[in-house]
Every structure is written in C-alpha cells, then in structure tokens.
C-alpha cells in the first residue's frame, strides 16, 4: 500500500467545527438511542437484531457490538462511546473499482469485530466498532449519482470556512475509517488491516488518534464528557428515534438508505488563551457553567438553553456571542446534528470533531452563522476538513455499499 505523509504540517488538524459544537453536543460511537425498531427498508439494511432493535447502553469493554444491521456500528451504536478513536482519511486511485474495494473492506470488518481477522494478531477486538465513509468524488462515481445526480446525498463537498489553516493534503478525501474501541491498542492493529487489504488501492492521507475523558450523565440513558477546555461536551443532539429520522438518518434515495452524511474536522485550541479568562468569561463563551454544563439561563443539564430568559437590567443571561447561542438549531434554522468530540495532543492540544446529519446544509448553515460572531472560534483554527457519505448497513448477504455500486 502506497502511504502518503498523513502530516504535511504539524497543523494537519480538523477543525472549527470541534471547537465550533463543542458545547453543543457529540455523538457518533458517542449517541444514545435505539438503532431503529423498524423493519429494514433496503436490502443492505437487513439486519442483526441486536442492532436493529436496541442500542448497546453501558456494555462492559469485551462486549462485542454487532457490525451488520440497517445502519453501520459506530454511529448510534454503542452508547456510551467507546472511550479512544482513530480516524484514518485516504485516497481511492483513479483505477480501482470502488465497489469490490467496499465490499472487501466490509468483510474485514465483520472479521475484525469476530475476531477472527488473522491480521488483527491474536488481539481480542472487544467493543471494537469500525464505520466507513466515502468522499463526494467517489459518491458521484456510482450508478446511483448518474440517475440521481447532483441531488445524490455525498455528492456535495465542504466550502471553505474562516478561521481555516489547511493544507492541500488535509482537504477532503475519498475514505474515511473510523475505529473505535474501549481498547486504544486494537485500533491500529485493525486499522492496518483494513489498509493491508486495500492495498495500493488506497493511499493514506492522514490519520488522528483521540480520546474522550470519563462520562457524566446528562439524562437517563445520555453522557457527555469534557473538552480541553473543561466543559462538558456533548448534551444536544437528535436523542430520539423521531429526532433521528428526521436529522440523522437519510431518507431517499433508496441506495443510501440507512446511510448518513458525516462531517470530519480536525482543530488546535488556544488553551493558554482561554486558560486567561475567568471563569464567568469562559463561561460567557460557552453559554453554560463549567462545573455542571447547565446552561446560563438556567434548569438542568439536559434543560435547553432559553435564549429569551434575560437579567433584571435587561441583558441576555446568555450572551449574544456565546457558542451555545450562534449553533443553536432553532437560531440557525436547521435539524439537530449527531456531534462527537474526542480529545486529542498530538500534534498540538486540541479537539478531533465528528458529526452525522442527514442534510449538509445542517452543518454549513451553522458554521456560517457562528463565523459572524461566535465567542468561541477565537480558541479554535481549523487544519483539516472532509465531508464522507456513510455508507448504508450491510451483512455477509449485502455487501458494504452494494446498494450504490450493486
């Protein structure tokens, strides 16, 4: 396998959107609800019944998470979060026939999580969960985009945003791997594997290893962890299957049915910087107290943040400029998106951010509106950015990404 430098800078990150949702919430390995009661809608969507009809909650380490079902492992499956992550971006050449690449890549997978992947070398995989996207160039490649066309979810990519510092090697990309485990050894051992197979298929472009700090409840069945900056992250997000089918999950068409849009950004954070701030300051920025993630305006943790509530003399308890304020979906005039933050110091201390929604205009909306005046990117610089399909569930008898490439 060809591997490209995966830093060609030491400011090869993902960006202003961690920071960017940082108060507002994370998901993915990280969510909390049921992976869908229903009835698979496409073939690739048949299904497990563990993961069809109920979500992992609060599974001990070694307990496996089923790979197959409507929806891939690693998105709203298991909950909590798996507490280490790698994500790895590459390249699909310009020869290779993605579909059979997908599909092969789809039975490591299952082989990876059963243990019995020889090239996982004798590790034990435990709550391993591996998820796998592709980028717009290769979304617009398949069957389904040329009846679709432009139309096809995945065939959009990301603009380019203020507040960015991306080189050329660490916009966009063809695949994305992500891994997550309790296990942070496991997670490149099945990481090499994956790539062994692809072969000179696939070239590298960079890869991030990240963590979560330990869980604290925000409501019965829901935790969010802290950030770098010491606020709880990870409170609002589509919790119920509802919520999830109108912003999580895609709809139509009916090859990427049980797929979801992905956003990856990668971000330094100014901890000196914001470490200078007192902590009503710091609170100001985030709109939410440090110490317990309620936010400015009162309630509980899970309480959602009342915009209008004001001081005596008239000013907003929650400030005009406060993170918690400018990503809001009912502000923006979007759907909730499904956000994780992981934790991350190499190269340089900062936050790896994923989130999962079914319209990316969920994402640009809200980034756009909090590049006007959101307190918090004055911490943050975005390094890297890409955009993936996430491809529908599949099982030994559909394969990965059959549905768009038959």
Wanted: proline letters at 9%; one cysteine or more.
């Amino acid at each position: 396998m060809r591997r490209a430098d995966p830093q060609p800078t030491r400011r090869v990150f993902l960006g202003t959107a961690g920071a960017v949702m940082a108060a507002g919430g994370a998901a993915g390995c990280d969510s909390h609800s049921e992976q869908a009661s229903e009835q698979p809608r496409s073939a690739a969507a048949a299904t497990s019944t563990a993961t069809s009809t109920g979500t992992s909650t609060g599974a001990a380490a070694d307990t496996p998470v089923p790979p197959t079902g409507r929806y891939q492992a690693g998105v709203i499956i298991p909950q909590p979060a798996q507490p280490n992550l790698l994500a790895v971006v590459a390249d699909i050449d310009d020869t290779a026939a993605p579909g059979p690449l997908l599909a092969e890549l789809g039975q490591i997978v299952l082989a990876l999580t059963a243990g019995t992947e020889p090239r996982l070398l004798g590790l034990p995989p435990g709550d391993l969960t591996i998820t796998i996207g592709i980028g717009p160039r290769i979304v617009q490649k398949t069957p389904a985009a040329k009846t679709a066309g432009v139309t096809l979810p995945g065939t959009t990519d990301l603009p380019q945003f203020s507040r960015e510092q991306i080189a050329p090697q660490a916009r966009g990309g063809d695949l994305l791997i992500q891994l997550c485990a309790s296990d942070a050894l496991v997670l490149p051992v099945a990481a090499a594997a994956l790539l062994d197979q692809a072969g000179a298929r696939v070239t590298e472009r960079w890869r991030q290893s990240a963590r979560r700090g330990p869980n604290t409840p925000v409501a019965p069945g829901r935790t969010a962890p802290r950030n770098l900056l010491g606020f709880l992250d990870g409170i609002i997000g589509p919790t119920t299957t509802p919520e999830q089918h109108n912003d999580l999950w895609l709809a139509a068409p009916a090859q990427v049915l049980g797929g979801t849009i992905a956003v990856v950004r990668r971000m330094e954070l100014d901890l000196q910087k914001f470490a200078k701030l007192s902590v009503p300051d710091q609170e100001a920025v985030f709109g939410r107290q440090r110490a317990t993630g309620v936010p400015l305006s009162g309630g509980t943790i899970a309480t959602n943040p009342d915009l209008g509530a004001k001081t005596p003399d008239g000013r907003y308890l929650i400030p005009a400029d406060a993170h918690a304020r400018r990503a809001h979906a009912d502000v923006v005039g979007v759907g909730l998106m499904l956000r994780r933050s992981y934790s991350i110091d190499d190269p340089s201390p900062g936050l790896l951010f994923i989130s999962f929604q079914n319209d990316l205009r969920t994402f640009t909306a809200t980034l756009t509106h909090m590049d006007a005046s959101d307190a918090l990117l004055a911490f943050t610089t975005t390094t890297a950015s890409a955009t993936f399909l996430i491809l529908p569930g599949f099982d030994r008898t559909h394969p990965l990404a059959s549905t768009l490439f038959g």
